[in-house]
């Protein structure tokens, strides 16, 4: 029995015959990449005045012996030239290569079958008409890529075809690593170190590859909004940021340009074998880039917003180097058709306005770097983790007023115009700022309108809000000189507190909205600290990640700078806010553990539970596995009984009461203390608690400056993870050094026990080689 190897291109790709209705051109291209496509239809642009018509064409839309029959006899059957990229060889298309054989042989047409691979592969040579000599030249400038490469193959096959081309002149190799700008394309990085004008530079990162498949549309529209916005831009390329020869050669441009702040479109951790990136020379803060694989459309209407595989690739992964989330710039979709070629290239698509929001959210964490210190202000605002009505400023594991008290003393040493610091916790109690009405419904209507329409819908109208009296809304604040301290607004009913905190679906009422909006649009606020673990406006209705304008939680935050203090032991809750609101999560210490032998016995739950935040959205069928296992170990443990639920209990409302009964016992039973933020505790610890707290100040003062905040990961020192330590760095919540888990290692298991089994069922014998 004979396996043929498929390639599945895509949602679309499909063997239903179509018709690509193509006009005759003198020579024809025909691949399954995409990037070969652009390259080309780049190079044929290029020489346009010298080069033969040409026509360009995707082989997923010729699978159907049908569909490849109609083309040979509308397109093919009058071309002089015919360029056929394949990868897997002869096989991967095979009655294409046939039939399209046959048509050469008989109409003499220069035939050129080449592999997509980087090997010879003899039996594609055979099928071509050209001399092996000819096919390895083509061979050569493909492999090469980029639009020189591409243009100057298209003149070899012109000639091989009897068709005179004028010769191209000029380098056809890219270099391996480079510089390049939307006006020069690319360049010596030295053009832009000696610019004369010495505006903010911003280096964009991205792969060679997006440059060999001339793909970058999504960097020509972010390099002109960044220079609307006053920056300089220069983009460096590379093969791989793990590629030590590459890796080395980026950290010197970094360190020689100084770029104010990085961003960045290459996918994956770039953390190399010395346990630094590259991009790490700068000492800025680097903003990740997300080029979805999807389409606008699917995007908008996904509500995670990201594939699993952009997820780990763009999201997961690029954490644990410490980057911000600069949210999705480009989609991968159709551009519009090109006259001249009549194809329609499938690449990647900018998107402005979500490259805008990048933009703006660089541009803001910029200012920190420059603004004076004592004109900035600058919002504190305190958790009121759900807790009885009474409770002010509840957060896990930190005494949120002591740490708000703590903070306003670090930043006034640091020069900032702080005052009237004493004696919070009393003022919170008694103390309202206000807000007119007119001036927040002029500030809502900058939201788009499904939010205000679904805000009304379900509030009423802002005077129908508990918080609003007299023409205006008060809120929990005071004034500390050019800072805000605020208790963060309930975002729902007081009535169904505990269950509105979590709920994505909950639109908030009108008060909270109005407060969010008069800090940015009437405080002016530079930057937003959040104190404690954890707040609401992450849990807000809106995508998981890939956030659009349309969810809330990035109506509500827009560009503000946010810095998160969170406890470093809740990777789940903090990877909300990293990837919501796009804060950097600075860890704190948590409260020594009580001995107890209740958390011992929640230990594996609690792993599960965290397990489980991180596969969904990234891993459905591991996710799908963790949801038994939850439910299992909960059932043993009598969690479920416990909590009144049963066999008909659906498992989202099960998993979700489970996280919450999780939650509630670590922080009521495990934690002893408080921790107060950048401050020594106490009780004596098993590890030197005065660098961790250090750490902590010199994290939020490097945050405050819009600096690059060192990544570090997640979890309790208390229960031997001393490399979570010193706190006070940027939180990661996936560690690929400590994968797989026990459940990622099951399911791995049932995976390669069902592929050898179905090998040895269609061969009977077990497979000899393998490739992952």
């Not at 046959?102 to 055979?126: F, H, M, S, Y």
């Not at 489970?658 to 933020?677: A, M, N, P, T, W």
Request: glycine fraction near 8%.
């Amino acid at each position: 029995m004979h396996v043929i190897f498929r390639e599945s291109h895509g949602l679309d790709a499909t063997e239903t015959p179509v018709d690509l209705d193509q006009s005759p051109a003198d020579l024809v291209v025909l691949s399954f990449s995409d990037s070969d496509l652009g390259a080309f239809a780049a190079g044929w642009h290029l020489g346009k005045r010298e080069l033969p018509t040409l026509r360009l064409a995707n082989l997923v839309g010729l699978k159907h012996p049908l569909s490849v029959d109609t083309y040979i006899e509308k397109t093919l059957s009058h071309a002089r030239g015919i360029l056929i990229r394949l990868i897997g060889g002869k096989s991967y298309w095979d009655y294409g290569v046939q039939q399209v054989r046959a048509l050469a042989a008989e109409k003499n047409i220069a035939l050129a079958i080449l592999p997509a691979d980087g090997r010879v592969d003899a039996q594609l040579d055979e099928m071509s008409t050209l001399p092996v000599s000819t096919l390895r030249r083509l061979c050569a400038l493909c492999d090469t890529g980029g639009a020189e490469a591409a243009r100057a193959a298209l003149g070899q096959l012109a000639l091989a075809a009897g068709l005179y081309v004028k010769p191209s002149f000029g380098p056809k190799r890219l270099p391996r690593v480079g510089a390049w700008t939307r006006e020069n394309g690319v360049i010596c990085p030295a053009q832009v170190a000696c610019r004369i004008d010495k505006k903010p530079l911003v280096a964009v990162c991205f792969y060679l590859s997006y440059l060999t498949a001339a793909d970058l549309h999504p960097f020509e529209v972010l390099s002109q909004q960044l220079k609307e916005q006053g920056f300089d831009v220069i983009g460096l390329f590379a093969p791989s940021l793990k590629e030590p020869e590459a890796a080395r050669w980026m950290a010197r441009q970094i360190r020689h340009l100084t770029p104010v702040a990085i961003v960045n479109a290459t996918a994956f951790s770039g953390i190399g074998g010395d346990g630094t990136s590259p991009l790490d020379a700068g000492d800025v803060p680097v903003f990740q880039m997300m080029l979805a694989t999807s389409r606008r459309k699917d995007w908008q209407e996904a509500e995670r917003g990201l594939s699993p595989a952009d997820l780990a690739m763009h999201v997961v992964l690029p954490e644990v180097d410490g980057r911000l989330s600069g949210g999705v710039g480009s989609f991968k979709q159709p551009s519009r058709r090109d006259p001249d070629l009549e194809f329609s290239r499938f690449a990647h698509q900018g998107d402005p306005e979500r490259i805008k929001a990048l933009v703006d959210r660089l541009a803001a964490h910029v200012a920190l770097q420059t603004k004076p210190r004592n004109q900035r202000t600058t919002a504190l605002v305190l958790s009121t983790y759900p807790g009885k009505e009474w409770n002010m400023a509840h957060a896990v594991g930190l005494d949120a007023l002591a740490s708000a008290q703590a903070l306003l003393a670090d930043i006034l040493a640091d020069g900032h115009a702080i005052s009237d610091v004493d004696n919070l916790t009393n003022r919170l109690k008694s103390n309202y700022l206000h807000w007119d009405v007119e001036a927040y419904m002029s500030a809502l209507a900058s939201l788009p309108v499904t939010l205000t329409k679904t805000l009304f819908d379900v509030w009423g109208p802002p005077e129908d809000d508990p918080a609003f009296n007299g023409g205006h809304f008060a809120f929990r604040a005071l004034r500390c000189g050019s800072a805000i301290v605020a208790l963060q607004p309930e975002r729902g009913s007081v009535a169904t507190r505990d269950a509105d905190y979590h709920d994505t679906a909950r639109t908030p009422r009108h008060s909270y909205v109005a407060f969010y909006l008069w800090l940015r649009k009437t405080c002016h606020v530079d930057a937003l600290i959040h104190i404690g673990a954890h707040g609401t406006l992450e849990w807000l209705p809106g995508k998981s990640v890939a956030l659009s304008e349309a969810c809330w939680p990035e109506a509500l935050i827009g560009d503000l700078p946010v810095i998160y203090p969170f406890i470093v032991n809740d990777p789940g809750e903090a990877a909300q806010a990293k990837r919501r609101i796009g804060a950097i999560t600075l860890g704190h210490i948590p409260p020594a553990l009580k001995q107890s032998a209740t958390p011992d016995r929640l230990a594996h739950l609690e792993n599960l539970l965290d397990e489980f935040s991180n596969a969904d959205g990234l891993d459905p069928k591991r996710r799908d596995r963790l949801q038994e296992d939850i439910r299992s170990e909960a059932q043993a443990l009598g969690v479920e009984d416990d909590l009144g639920l049963n066999q008909a209990t659906s498992t989202a409302e099960a998993i979700t009461r489970i996280d919450r009964f999780v939650c509630d016992v670590k922080e009521s039973q495990f934690g002893d203390g408080l921790h107060i933020y950048g401050r020594l505790p106490e009780t004596k610890l098993d590890f030197d608690a005065a660098i961790a707290v250090q750490s902590e100040r010199d994290g939020l003062r490097k945050a405050m400056s819009g600096r690059r905040v060192q990544a570090g990961p997640s979890g309790s020192p208390y229960r031997g993870r001393s490399d979570v330590l010193p706190t006070g760095r940027n939180l990661f919540t996936t560690d690929p050094r400590s994968v797989p888990t026990r459940s990622a290692y099951a399911q791995g298991v049932k995976l390669a026990e069902e592929l050898v089994r179905r090998h040895l069922q269609d061969h009977g014998d077990y497979p000899r080689h393998l490739v992952v």
